[in-house]
């Protein structure tokens, strides 16, 4: 990409899980230079088993490593050095423990009143702020798990969505901070949160309330603006397609021989054809179980119909479109495999921002980050031997 977009930003993360360090990963892939405090050892998220396993490697790629004991005076101070060479700083450990190390936004301002410090919390200030929150919780709490699963029984999302979100609108802030402090010469705190996250992706729904006066259904069970609009079955793997236009309820008639219902002229209108839906369903459905899946997908691309077949993960892969676009890149993982993992998706100046990386050991670059800093070798050593960085 030639010069990135945010070379010569300094981001130091003090994070763990999702959250967090989905906010630095952004930044990094952008070309800010990212360096990520952890503690001895290194981070408890590199060892989740299960559905954890993915973190780490998603989401912090592009970054350096540093491992220091915060417990420790010594690793506290380099850690209070860091800050006050960062542009940004991004934490979200529970509310209160980065005040108790004197590494709030506060006492960190003071130094260094350029600093943009982004806190990634379960909440933002009011009643439930010391909460302890996780991207299920939020789920749960914030309508989000209610409109996913059917009546009765509340569905967690099939991805750590809100913890990502979260961490997206973290880096809203702080570019709306750094483009704000260009003018004012001042960094500021600012603050992203799972909870309102999730609000604010049902605002949709609370919308659909306030104007119609009708609660929205779950998803499962909602009244859908369209009549045709749904996953239907095939010989043999399922297909989802959806007829959102009239002009397109004409293609779509048209493509699939259904003459009869194109005669009906009652029905060229969508709300009609909602209100008809439970009586055009059935010969839709019938007629959509006579292709197999890779029959229908021909037969729909290129026609301006919305459809998809329902992918898996693994399956994306080897997904032609991304492989050719360069969606995936090359990750090498710290015991020596290479695997492929998404990229942001967006695309700047006809390019993706995705380049092949390497995920740090813990603690890789703590030499050279405390070099930085204007340790000399022979301190290095000694923070080494007293157990304040590693």
Known sequence: MGEQPLSGLRVVEFTHMVMGPAAGA????????????????????????????????????HKQSICLN?????????????ADSADILIENYRPGAMEKLGLGYEALAETNPKLIYCSEKGFLPGPYENRTALDEVAQM????????GPPGRPLRAGASVIDVTGGMFGVIA????????????????????????????????????????????????????????????????PVFIGVVTDALWEKFCALFGLDDLWARKELRENNARVEARDEIMP????????FTRDELIAKLDGTGLPFAPIGKPEELFDDPHLVASGGLQD?????????????LPIDMAGQRTGAPDTLPEPGDQSDDVLADLGYSAEEIAALKEAGAAA
């Open 26 to 61: 952004i930044l990094a892939e952008l070309g800010a230079e990212v360096i990520r405090v952890e503690p001895i050892g290194g981070d408890r998220t590199r060892r989740l088993l299960g559905s954890g396993g993915g973190y780490f490697p998603m989401y912090n790629r």
């Open 70 to 82: 915060l417990k420790d005076p010594d690793g506290l101070v380099a850690a209070k050095k860091l």
């Open 141 to 148: 709490m914030g309508g989000l798990a209610y409109m996913t």
């Open 283 to 290: 010969e839709i459905s019938a007629l959509m179980k006579s």
């Open 174 to 237: 702080i570019l709306a901070a750094v483009e704000q402090r260009y003018r004012t010469g001042r960094g500021q705190k600012v603050q992203a949160s799972l909870f309102e996250t999730t609000v604010y992706l049902v605002g949709q729904h609370m919308a659909q309330k306030a104007v119609t006066g009708q609660a929205a259904a779950p998803m499962p069970a909602r009244v859908s603006a369209w009549a045709i609009y749904d996953v239907f079955e095939t010989a043999d793997e």
């Open 331 to 343: 990750v090498t993982l710290t015991d020596g495999r290479t695997v492929q993992l998404p990229v």
